[in-house]
């Protein structure tokens, strides 16, 4: 996540000024930027529920699990799939951004003008953020839970 760790550092200055606080899950081998008041660099997160409950909008890679996080909790997101490989993650991210959940960002055009290009107006306009949020939910499977219970609970009730 070399390339999201740079970004994020480089466009700290203009998402502080515009009042956006960020949290910068930087890996252990990553660098976290310059102290500043609303920003929040830790290694890793181990309670990624109270990360997501906190978080207005994510920007971050598009792993599976990643983006079914996401669009269950119903967070806009800049998803931006690893460089390599067989485009596997664009494709994880494709169906949120189609629903307007989010928007997809090649690696090599990630910069930090284009986070904040992306993040400061998202997070700037209170009913553009929520239909994003609503869009990302929609997108996903936040009853995924429930549908896996009901599946069992009926399998177990055909056999008796």
């Known amino acids: 996540a070399r390339s999201l760790n740079s970004a994020v550092a480089a466009a700290l200055p203009g998402l502080v000024e515009a009042g956006i606080a960020v949290l910068h899950a930087h890996g252990a081998s990553g660098a976290p930027a310059a102290p500043a008041p609303g920003y929040v660099p830790v290694p890793y997160i181990e309670d990624m529920h109270l990360a997501y409950a906190a978080a207005d909008a994510v920007l971050c890679r598009a792993g599976a699990m990643t983006v079914a996080e996401v669009s269950a909790v ?10 390599h490989g067989n485009g596997e993650q664009a494709l994880n991210a494709e169906p949120v951004v189609a629903a307007g959940g989010g928007v997809l960002v090649p690696d090599a055009e990630l910069t930090a003008e284009r986070v904040l290009a992306e993040l400061v107006p998202l997070m700037g306009d209170a009913a553009r953020l929520e239909a994003a949020g609503k869009a990302a939910r929609a997108s996903g499977h936040a ?18």
Do not use: M, N
């Not at 119903?74 to 460089?83: E, F, I, K, R, S």
């Not at 609970?153 to 008796?160: C, G, K, P, W, Y």
């Open 74 to 83: 119903g967070l806009p997101a800049v998803y931006v799939p690893l460089p």
């Open 143 to 160: 009853d995924a839970d429930e549908r896996l219970a009901r599946l069992v609970l009926d399998v177990v009730a055909a056999r008796s």
